[in-house]
């Protein structure tokens, strides 16, 4: 006896007559949900009931609309029941939109007949994409789907449903800069979760259908596009074995670490797998596969003369795989330098069954850079054919050097161990920990040689180093100048003054090692450590007098090596900065005030760069940079900046006079670049606390002196307020500027000197009046005051307002004074709206307060509820839910009054607010109202409860009985 053999089959009558009743989704939701009879599935298709489930929609206010459809439920529950009728009726509406119906139909899936599912499969395999319509679904359940499928008979299907879900496409936005990430029908995180579930089902097809979605993620991100040198799979791959590094949530990784897997089990019947991948022709794939080799060499316990002599099959066609691997010079290339040497390590510990004089001979060879036409790039212009010979040479020894390092003494053969110990003693030991062999060669730029080593050098040895030592072009990852750079800022940032006898000596130098010093230096100094500044600046006054268009040969990639001398400049003028920025008593750090002169005829030459050049600021700036970031990363406004810093230090002396005079060729329309006039912004109030008569005197052409203010004064005035608190003395100094701002509010489209700060220009203004209002510092009347609220717009308004409501929640303590402002400044603007119904948005910001709770509930709640009663779709957020249930008890009526407003006309699906009330909020509230005893107030919540229930919240009756059941405890 099956389990439907325990139910009645329905009549047509019986049918149709239950399909009148259920007129209403909450009558809907109380019968699929009670209903557990499978012959009602057929009985109901053939009346329609389950044809035209509803669709996914997105509103005009943007949200997206999923209504609830009951019969899902009873569906899914009847699957494995009836599956082939349960099929029948999800075939037709596979390509429903609706999220509920496709969450349903995926649970259905997996515990219906495979045969059954199959049905359903061409109409799932085109759901990926489809964002709004997936939102829903469990990523486990499309796993076990397809696992489902792959196991149980429907191999064919399953691939279908795994390549739709699984396979990797084109990426929908691709990104404007860098490689982009191909897309799946999973998300990134779920994807590599799941993957091995899936991967493991494809039972033959494993290996062919990772290698096959591998080649489409590399053709997508643009990693291999099949030319000679093309695979950029390094970048986001160095290292195939599992490392710290990886993410493990891209798809690119996932794939590799399945593949490696599959791989290695596949080891254990036949290495043809892994031979086939050895001579593919993507690289990302032949390291792949050598990693695997290798570590299957290491994993050949006994490795004894015994063992060799009755190898097993396996072993002997390991062997074989890897003595091919070894005759392949294609394999000492750079490019697998990463998988490559843990592979001859593993090879040199099993002699006995692995010939590796293959390798060794490529070794005595030097690198392929050096047998093909890359081995002219090795000569410079202006070289003798001796003097490129030599280059090579030089080359081929740091290469060699590399390699037999990272092998070591004890596993070369006697030359070869020779020529290590030689090469120690040229060029130094270079220290490579066993277990970085991997990641020590593939973190980006790094140095030839340590900390430690390096500062164990003297001088000369040290900078005769620097001077010989070249990155080897073929050494993927390797040694760089950049990398080298780094170290020595390093030891230079911990003894800033090594270098001062030997400055001359220092100019000979790469511009990359110069900059490095340099940065040593300016980190010496923010360390609070005794700089030189006297030989510092007369070297610095060397610097400013090199040609921007002085162009140096570079090794590596541009990122590698400096080609010119203007990134050691803008180090420099840092490192100036930073000597200007410390304080007037740091006697270790700050530069001395009898060098101020100096420092002046630098900062001279800086601020008349050329950069930011127009074109230049309208290309890098605009949308893309604010004027406040761009000043920060170019020459002139970081040199105004400097000069700024000068004034301030010296402030009264002839020096500082000089610089003021500077500046003042930058103003009154000199210099029309929008970072300059942030860098003044920034600059307010040390200016205005050094030389005050100066900045008031320049105030109007620095902030606006006549409406419409320019783009620069807006700027200048906007980066003032976002990088400065709210100060009586600057709103005074600025309210001739604000004024005329404000004046222009809201038809003209200001300009921001800091867009990426959290407030808009027009916000930062209300926040300085309001701020200033509650600390008692302007009264309601000022003129600013009136001004601003005047010509702001009610959704600005709300919008400050709301801001200082948010900020009453992160104050850990607050003067009675200050709170008691906050709620004049509240009840002012309230009555505001009473007299003007139309700017109720000014008080959006409400449910801070409610949220916040530093006024207490019987100042908010009221407040809330008017709020909540004149402002359309009033949308709390989520934020008050909680709240509303503590204090349900103390004040049940205006409790519920909130709801009312909120919820009556609000949709089912209305976002987080709705689920925040439904969940931690009318259950209370309406079981408060109905124990409080007022007749009317019980009334109203029995009757939103059942305009609730009519909406399909049927369980909440149930949670309120239980709220008001004797004894019960909340808090549980």
Same mark, same amino acid.
């Given at each position: 006896?099956?389990?439907?053999?325990?139910?009645?089959?329905?009549?047509?009558?019986?049918?149709?007559?239950?399909?009148?009743?259920?007129?209403?989704?909450?009558?809907?939701?109380?019968?699929?949900?009670?209903?557990?009879?499978?012959?009602?599935?057929?009985?109901?298709?053939?009346?329609?009931?389950?044809?035209?489930?509803?669709?996914?929609?997105?509103?005009?206010?943007?949200?997206?609309?999923?209504? #609830?459809?009951?019969?899902?439920?009873?569906?899914?529950?009847?699957?494995?029941?009836?599956?082939?009728? #349960?099929?029948?009726?999800?075939?037709? =509406?596979?390509?429903?939109?609706?999220?509920?119906?496709?969450?349903?139909?995926?649970?259905?899936?997996?515990?219906?007949?495979?045969?059954?599912?199959?049905?359903?499969?061409?109409?799932?395999?085109?759901?990926?994409?489809?964002?709004?319509?997936?939102?829903?679904? /469990?990523?486990?359940?499309?796993?076990?789907?397809?696992?489902?499928?792959?196991?149980?008979?429907?191999?064919?299907?399953?691939?279908?449903?795994?390549?739709?879900?699984?396979?990797?496409?084109?990426?929908?936005?691709?990104?404007?800069?860098?490689?982009?990430?191909?897309?799946?029908?999973?998300?990134?995180?779920?994807?590599?979760?799941?993957?091995?579930?899936?991967?493991?089902?494809?039972?033959?097809?494993?290996?062919?259908?990772?290698?096959?979605?591998?080649?489409?993620?590399?053709?997508?991100?643009?990693?291999?596009?099949?030319?000679?040198?093309?695979?950029?799979?390094?970048?986001?791959?160095? =290292?195939?074995?599992?490392?710290?590094?990886?993410?493990?949530?891209?798809?690119?990784?996932?794939?590799?670490?399945?593949?490696?897997?599959?791989?290695?089990?596949?080891?254990?019947?036949?290495?043809?797998?892994?031979?086939?991948?050895?001579? !593919?022709?993507?690289?990302?794939?032949?390291?792949?596969?050598?990693?695997?080799?290798?570590?299957?060499?290491?994993?050949?316990?006994?490795?004894?003369?015994?063992?060799?002599?009755?190898?097993?099959?396996?072993?002997?066609?390991?062997?074989?795989?890897?003595?091919?691997?070894?005759? /392949?010079?294609?394999?000492?290339?750079?490019?697998?330098?990463?998988?490559?040497?843990?592979?001859?390590?593993?090879?040199?510990?099993?002699?006995?069954?692995?010939?590796?004089?293959?390798?060794?001979?490529?070794?005595?060879?030097?690198?392929?850079?050096?047998?093909?036409?890359?081995?002219?790039?090795?000569?410079?212009?202006?070289?003798?054919?001796?003097?490129?010979?030599?280059?090579?040479?030089?080359?081929?020894?740091?290469?060699?050097?590399?390699?037999?390092?990272?092998?070591?003494?004890?596993?070369?053969?006697?030359?070869?161990?020779?020529?290590?110990?030689?090469?120690?003693?040229?060029?130094?030991?270079?220290?490579?920990?066993?277990?970085?062999?991997?990641?020590?060669?593939? $973190?980006?730029?790094?140095?030839?040689?340590?900390?430690?080593?390096?500062?164990?050098?003297?001088?000369?040895?040290?900078?005769?180093?620097?001077?010989?030592?070249?990155?080897?072009?073929?050494?993927?990852?390797?040694?760089?100048?950049?990398?080298?750079?780094?170290?020595?800022?390093?030891?230079?940032?911990?003894?800033? $003054?090594?270098?001062?006898?030997? +400055?001359?000596?220092?100019?000979?130098?790469?511009?990359?090692?110069?900059?490095?010093?340099?940065?040593?230096?300016?980190?010496?100094?923010?360390?609070?450590?005794?700089?030189?500044?006297?030989?510092?600046?007369?070297?610095?006054?060397? #610097?400013?007098?090199?040609? !921007?268009?002085?162009?140096?040969?570079?090794?590596? !990639?541009?990122?590698?090596?400096?080609?010119?001398?203007?990134?050691?400049?803008?180090?420099?003028?840092?490192?100036?900065?930073?000597?200007?920025?410390?304080?007037?008593?740091?006697?270790?750090?700050?530069?001395?005030?009898?060098?101020?002169?100096?420092?002046?005829?630098?900062?001279?030459?800086?601020?008349?760069?050329?950069?930011?050049?127009?074109?230049?600021?309208?290309?890098?700036?605009?949308?893309?940079?604010?004027?406040?970031?761009?000043? +920060?990363?170019?020459?002139?406004?970081?040199?105004?900046?400097?000069?700024?810093?000068?004034?301030?230090?010296?402030?009264?002396?002839?020096?500082?006079?000089?610089?003021?005079?500077?500046?003042?060729?930058?103003?009154?329309?000199?210099?029309?670049?929008?970072?300059?006039?942030?860098?003044?912004?920034?600059?307010?109030?040390?200016?205005?606390?050094?030389?005050?008569?100066?900045?008031?005197?320049?105030?109007?052409?620095?902030?606006?002196?006549?409406?419409?203010?320019?783009?620069?004064?807006?700027?200048?005035?906007?980066?003032?307020?976002?990088?400065?608190?709210?100060?009586?003395?600057?709103?005074?100094?600025?309210?001739?500027?604000?004024?005329?701002?404000?004046?222009?509010?809201?038809?003209?489209?200001?300009?921001?000197?800091?867009?990426?700060?959290?407030?808009?220009?027009?916000?930062?203004?209300?926040?300085?009046?309001?701020? @200033?209002?509650?600390?008692?510092?302007?009264?309601?009347?000022?003129?600013?005051?009136?001004?601003?609220?005047?010509?702001?717009?009610?959704?600005?308004?709300?919008? #400050?307002?709301?801001?200082? @409501?948010?900020? $009453?929640?992160?104050?850990?303590?607050?003067?009675?004074?200050?709170?008691?402002?906050?709620?004049?400044?509240?009840?002012?603007?309230?009555?505001?709206?009473?007299?003007?119904?139309?700017?109720?948005?000014?008080?959006?910001?409400?449910?801070?307060?409610?949220?916040?709770?530093?006024?207490?509930?019987?100042?908010?709640?009221?407040?809330?509820?008017?709020?909540?009663?004149?402002?359309?779709?009033?949308?709390?957020?989520?934020?008050?839910?909680?709240?509303?249930?503590?204090?349900?008890?103390?004040?049940?009526?205006?409790? +519920?009054?909130?709801?009312?407003?909120?919820?009556?006309?609000?949709?089912?699906?209305?976002?987080?607010?709705?689920?925040?009330? =439904?969940?931690?909020?009318?259950?209370?509230?309406?079981?408060?109202?109905?124990?409080?005893?007022?007749?009317?107030?019980?009334?109203?919540?029995?009757?939103?409860?059942?305009?609730?229930?009519?909406?399909?919240?049927?369980?909440?009756?149930?949670?309120?009985?239980?709220?008001? @059941?004797?004894?019960?405890?909340?808090?549980?």
């Amino acid at each position: 006896m099956t389990e439907a053999d325990k139910y009645k089959v329905p009549t047509d009558a019986e049918v149709h007559a239950i399909r009148l009743r259920l007129n209403k989704l909450p009558l809907r939701t109380a019968f699929y949900s009670k209903l557990d009879n499978p012959h009602w599935v057929t009985a109901l298709a053939k009346q329609d009931v389950f044809k035209n489930p509803p669709a996914t929609e997105v509103m005009p206010d943007g949200l997206v609309r999923s209504d #609830v459809w009951p019969e899902i439920d009873y569906l899914v529950r009847m699957a494995p029941i009836v599956s082939s009728e #349960v099929a029948a009726v999800l075939e037709p =509406i596979a390509g429903s939109t609706n999220q509920w119906v496709r969450r349903g139909i995926m649970e259905a899936c997996t515990v219906m007949d495979p045969a059954d599912v199959a049905r359903l499969v061409p109409k799932m395999k085109q759901w990926p994409g489809d964002e709004l319509a997936n939102f829903r679904l /469990d990523p486990r359940d499309i796993s076990s789907v397809i696992v489902r499928l792959l196991e149980g008979g429907q191999h064919a299907k399953g691939m279908q449903l795994a390549v739709a879900f699984f396979g990797p496409r084109p990426a929908a936005r691709p990104p404007k800069y860098g490689i982009p990430e191909p897309d799946s029908g999973m998300e990134l995180y779920w994807y590599h979760e799941e993957l091995p579930k899936v991967a493991a089902a494809l039972g033959r097809s494993r290996v062919p259908t990772l290698v096959k979605w591998l080649r489409a993620y590399q053709e997508h991100s643009t990693s291999f596009s099949g030319a000679s040198g093309s695979d950029m799979s390094y970048i986001w791959r160095p =290292i195939i074995r599992e490392s710290p590094e990886h993410s493990g949530h891209e798809i690119g990784d996932a794939l590799v670490d399945e593949l490696r897997a599959a791989l290695v089990d596949s080891l254990g019947t036949s290495t043809d797998a892994v031979c086939a991948l050895l001579a !593919d022709d993507q690289p990302l794939l032949r390291r792949i596969a050598l990693d695997v080799l290798a570590e299957a060499i290491e994993g050949v316990e006994d490795k004894s003369a015994e063992r060799a002599a009755a190898s097993s099959e396996y072993e002997q066609q390991l062997a074989q795989a890897a003595q091919r691997v070894l005759e /392949d010079e294609t394999f000492i290339d750079s490019n697998y330098r990463g998988e490559y040497v843990p592979f001859v390590r593993a090879c040199l510990g099993w002699r006995l069954m692995v010939d590796v004089s293959p390798f060794f001979e490529e070794v005595r060879r030097g690198p392929l850079s050096l047998r093909d036409e890359r081995r002219e790039r090795f000569a410079q212009e202006g070289d003798t054919p001796e003097q490129a010979e030599e280059r090579r040479e030089d080359y081929r020894k740091h290469w060699q050097h590399s390699m037999l390092t990272l092998v070591g003494h004890g596993l070369l053969p006697d030359d070869l161990d020779a020529l290590l110990s030689s090469l120690d003693e040229q060029y130094g030991v270079i220290e490579v920990r066993d277990e970085l062999v991997h990641i020590e060669l593939f $973190t980006g730029s790094t140095s030839p040689i340590d900390v430690e080593t390096m500062r164990a050098m003297d001088n000369g040895q040290l900078l005769d180093h620097l001077a010989k030592w070249h990155a080897d072009p073929d050494t993927f990852m390797g040694p760089t100048h950049e990398g080298q750079g780094r170290v020595l800022a390093e030891v230079v940032a911990k003894d800033p $003054t090594r270098f001062v006898s030997e +400055l001359e000596h220092l100019k000979t130098l790469r511009p990359t090692y110069i900059r490095a010093v340099v940065q040593g230096w300016r980190s010496a100094v923010e360390a609070g450590l005794p700089l030189p500044w006297d030989s510092v600046l007369t070297f610095a006054e060397w #610097v400013v007098g090199l040609h !921007d268009d002085i162009k140096v040969e570079g090794e590596g !990639d541009e990122f590698d090596d400096d080609r010119d001398y203007r990134a050691l400049k803008s180090e420099l003028l840092r490192l100036i900065e930073s000597g200007l920025s410390a304080k007037q008593g740091d006697e270790s750090a700050a530069i001395p005030c009898d060098l101020a002169v100096r420092v002046l005829g630098v900062l001279t030459v800086f601020a008349s760069d050329p950069e930011p050049a127009p074109e230049y600021e309208a290309e890098y700036g605009g949308d893309s940079m604010d004027p406040l970031t761009l000043s +920060l990363n170019t020459t002139r406004p970081v040199a105004v900046r400097a000069l700024i810093r000068l004034v301030h230090r010296f402030s009264g002396s002839a020096t500082a006079d000089a610089a003021l005079s500077l500046l003042d060729q930058h103003l009154d329309g000199h210099d029309e670049s929008l970072a300059v006039a942030a860098a003044f912004g920034e600059g307010t109030g040390r200016l205005y606390d050094s030389v005050q008569p100066w900045i008031e005197e320049r105030v109007g052409i620095l902030y606006g002196n006549a409406a419409p203010t320019s783009p620069w004064q807006q700027v200048a005035l906007s980066t003032a307020l976002a990088t400065h608190r709210v100060h009586m003395a600057l709103i005074e100094l600025l309210r001739g500027p604000l004024s005329l701002t404000i004046e222009q509010m809201p038809d003209t489209a200001l300009t921001a000197g800091w867009r990426t700060h959290t407030r808009t220009f027009p916000q930062l203004i209300g926040d300085w009046l309001v701020t @200033a209002m509650i600390g008692g510092h302007l009264a309601p009347d000022d003129p600013l005051v009136e001004a601003w609220f005047t010509r702001a717009d009610a959704d600005l308004r709300g919008e #400050v307002l709301g801001h200082l @409501a948010w900020q $009453t929640m992160h104050w850990r303590t607050v003067p009675d004074d200050v709170l008691e402002r906050v709620a004049v400044l509240w009840d002012r603007r309230t009555e505001h709206v009473r007299e003007h119904p139309e700017d109720a948005a000014e008080l959006s910001g409400a449910y801070w307060f409610a949220r916040s709770d530093k006024l207490g509930p019987e100042w908010w709640l009221p407040r809330l509820e008017y709020a909540s009663s004149v402002i359309p779709n009033y949308d709390m957020h989520g934020m008050v839910g909680e709240k509303l249930a503590r204090v349900a008890a103390t004040d049940p009526d205006t409790s +519920l009054k909130i709801l009312e407003n909120v919820l009556t006309d609000a949709p089912v699906d209305h976002g987080l607010m709705y689920y925040d009330l =439904i969940e931690h909020a009318v259950p209370q509230v309406i079981a408060a109202a109905l124990d409080s005893g007022d007749a009317e107030v019980a009334n109203r919540a029995a009757d939103l409860m059942n305009r609730l229930g009519d909406r399909g919240h049927i369980g909440l009756k149930e949670r309120v009985e239980k709220l008001r @059941a004797p004894g019960f405890d909340a808090e549980q």
